[in-house]
């Protein structure tokens, strides 16, 4: 989903409708003031490669991408390749070969992403990955601190329900935020030796949340014991919402996720919602500091390696005592939320808020 408003192309490309949009900004930032490249920023033209695109949370984090290289003035091209991982490699080559000055990896499979990343690297193209790792020091890793979202959440899920509970996890291995959120649950569950895993499932398949549904019915069938679902990607846990609703467990079933949306507020702050808390960046705001991060790569200046965006519990509870409806109002009354105050120099224009 690509937001129409700043949309001035559009071609498909290869399978599945992958999409290359072409997004033009110029004369956001005051020249003058600005490093090179950014002196004269409508030549800078830099690419984001996506993985996943699915979700409001895709949806937002490219929003980010967008408002910060318009702030920059820099010319924004976005490669879609929507889960097909020997295509997003070959994206990076298509960016590559446009010429651009640097590249946003967001999201990927290790195996195809590593050799392409190099590429570009070889090529003397910028890189920087957000959620995918690309094992090389080089490549500055954009993250949300994935094993803090985790951690807060499970936090949590201990306060509501003690250290003795059966639990339903989702995951699906090789993607690295899940692995890192992973990292916490196998370390929760040896902290908490009475939390009983009965049930592992998961999908990346599309229409993701659908598809979880599907799983997490039948594995609350197999096992109506089960009292707390891990599900620590938002459209997992949207998945796990459906199925306990239809399920008429919510009563039963509490649910402890990662990621936040309008749409999961909206779901979280139902009557009787199942849904009871989430640990959140915004993703927007992660998608402006991965933007940033590759600005100051092309700057000449070191953003460090390890690009970390600090997390936010956000509860039901929470949600309905503020009578938070939607991401504005979530960053207004969470002013923690709205803006990360990580790899910002002097120099870095910032987007309009």
Known sequence: MIDR?????????????AAC???????AAQAADMPKPFDNPGDVKIALVRYLSTGDFFQAYLAGVERQAKALGVDLRVFD?????????????????????????????TESMKAAAQRALDAGIKVVAFDVNVENDKIPQVEQSDRDLARLALEQAIKDNGESFNAGYVYVPGIAPLDRRDETWVKFKEKYPGIKELAVFGTLDNPIANSVANQAAAALRANPQITVMFAPYDEFAKGVKIAVDELGMTDQVDIYSADVSTADISAMREPGSAW????????AVVGEVSVRALAMLLAGEDPGHNVIVPPTLITQKALNDQDIKNMEELGEKLPQFSHADVAVPAWMPLPKR
Do not use: C, E, Y
């Open 5 to 17: 408003r700043s949309l001035f192309g559009k071609t498909l490309i290869g399978a599945a409708g």
């Open 21 to 27: 949009i072409a997004l033009g900004f110029g004369g």
């Open 81 to 109: 390749s929507r889960q097909d991982a020997a295509l997003q490699a070959d994206m990076v080559d298509q960016a590559i070969a446009l010429g651009v000055d640097g590249i946003v990896i967001q999201h990927g499979l």
């Open 276 to 283: 009871v808390a989430t640990a959140a960046t915004n993703p």
